[in-house]
């Protein structure tokens, strides 16, 4: 398929025939790892992670992928702990980390990052979140959830984004996924958070139902609610920050007024915009969310490498 040896840069690249690869060959991980911890599919093979911006999920997830795939991972985690502290270019970084490995994974601050690294070295890059930009490993686990839960072959399938869609790369890259199926969308936000244009533009082309409130009552109309933190580090004025905060908090009294098969879904890390309450809820998947992350990334690993499982 297309996306196998290529660098994953946007959530833009992939094709309904590649989502539908990616979806079974992490669904057969998934089987595979009930039955055993390390598939030894990738013996001498070496993942860089490159994270230049806090992360959890995403960064031990790609590491685990790799060592439950029996490769071998090599990490630099913050501009402090590596030689841009020095004054080093993230071109002549790259360079050496393509001397040292197979795949690279990159977090950056700055949007278009991982973009400028694929056309710096010759080894796959995988964009583990650029700025504002996109999160394409996010939105394809993002997907992969939704898919296990069987919404994507609902004919009336809907999703609510709410928080903060205007910097919110998770839900950039999940629109842009979601656009290949029949899907009606609708964004909850601030008017100050809203869809940026360019993905109202991209949903008009493909033909997409959606719609844009301030009003969080719109959850109960949905499948899927896909609730994302006010994100601190993306304002220049706290003041802003401060106001939006608290925009939205989606509990247990509030999920118990929606439909019966609503999912909530989060990428995390989360703050007060999903109360704890929730946790033990049977419509709380963040945790479930979370997981996938493992099997998605371990198939988009062993395509980028052209291992075949």
Sequence with gaps: MAWRRQSILSAQQFTPQDLGEILELSRLLEERLRKTRNLKLLDDYVLATLFFEPSTRT??????????LGGRVISTVGVQFSSLAKGETLFDTLKMVESYSDVCAIR?????????AARSIKIPVINAGDGAGEHPTQGLLDLYTIHRRGYLEKPDFSVAFVGDIRYGRTIHSLVQLLSHYKTRMVFISPPELSLPD??????DAAGVSYSETDDIAMLREVNVGYITRIQEERFTDHREYEKFKDAYVVDRELVETCRKDLIIMHPLPRLSEVATDLDNHPAAVYFEQANNGLYVRMALILGLLDVRL
């Design 59 to 68: 960064r031990l997830s790609f590491e685990a992928a790799m060592h439950r």
């Design 108 to 116: 950056h601050s700055v949007e278009g990052a991982s973009t400028l």
């Design 198 to 203: 360019k993905y109202r533009k991209l949903l």
